[in-house]
């Protein structure tokens, strides 16, 4: 019912910076929260962050202080910047959204971020 659109993603070397979007489409109340989640090869998809349709925020513990997460209500884009880039950070970027924060029922396809050292 929501269709999101990630872009942004690319290499970069360590202590660098990208600026990620996702567009949305769709439902209305189907974006009331919108996030960022990210999953590395062998590891499990992790959330970065997540934003309320009021603006309210919140961040994993390793990514607070260097990503910032944003939305843009009248564009219905999310964004996700991020600084200070480690090699760990390396994932593919997934955008998602839904009612609330317990039911992300739609994602994205996924943008590859890769940080070198």
């Known amino acids: 019912q929501v269709k999101l659109v990630e872009s942004g993603g690319g290499s970069v070397q360590a202590g660098g910076s990208l600026r990620l979007s996702c567009a949305a489409s769709g439902s209305f109340f189907r974006m009331n929260v919108m996030g960022w989640y990210r999953q590395a090869p062998g590891n499990q998809r992790e959330l970065v962050a997540f934003?309320?349709?009021?603006?309210?925020?919140k961040y994993a513990d390793s990514m607070k202080g260097r990503f910032t997460i944003s939305r843009d209500n009248a564009k219905n884009t999310v964004y996700l910047q991020m600084n200070s880039l480690k090699p760990e950070d390396t994932a593919v970027y997934y955008c998602?959204?839904?009612?609330?924060?317990?039911?992300?029922?739609?994602w994205g396809q996924g943008t590859q971020v890769t940080v070198s050292s």
């Open positions: 998602a959204a839904g009612p609330t924060m317990y039911d992300f029922g739609s």
């Open positions: 934003i309320m349709r009021d603006g309210s925020t």
